[in-house]
């Protein structure tokens, strides 16, 4: 265990931002997950900006990797894309 001061103000700030990035990541997943849920194309439409603003700011972050916010931005447009 760390003894220096420093150190223990270090352990306790990581923890705090890791449960904030938890939080952030799992509220970013289940919106894409009710998003690919949806089924109505006008509802999906009104979704996506706000979950595509959830995934830039992961990838702002540094929670997930810029190319895999653009891949699944990508990919919610074309599922929205194809809803009838």
Do not use: C, W
């Not at 289940?30 to 949806?38: C, F, P, Q, T, V």
């Not at 979950?51 to 830039?56: E, G, K, N, P």
Request: hydrophobic share 35%; aromatic share 4%.
């Amino acid at each position: 265990m760390a003894t220096h001061k420093s150190a223990l103000k270090r352990i306790r700030q990581d923890e705090v931002k890791r449960a904030r990035n938890r939080y952030y990541h799992k509220s970013a997943r289940s919106a894409i997950r009710n998003l690919r849920l949806e089924t109505d194309k006008a509802t999906a439409e009104g979704q996506f900006p706000t979950v595509s603003s959830q995934i830039d700011k992961l990838a702002k972050r540094n929670i997930i990797h810029k190319n895999k916010a653009s891949n699944l931005k990508s990919k919610l447009a074309k599922h929205i894309s194809a809803l009838a």
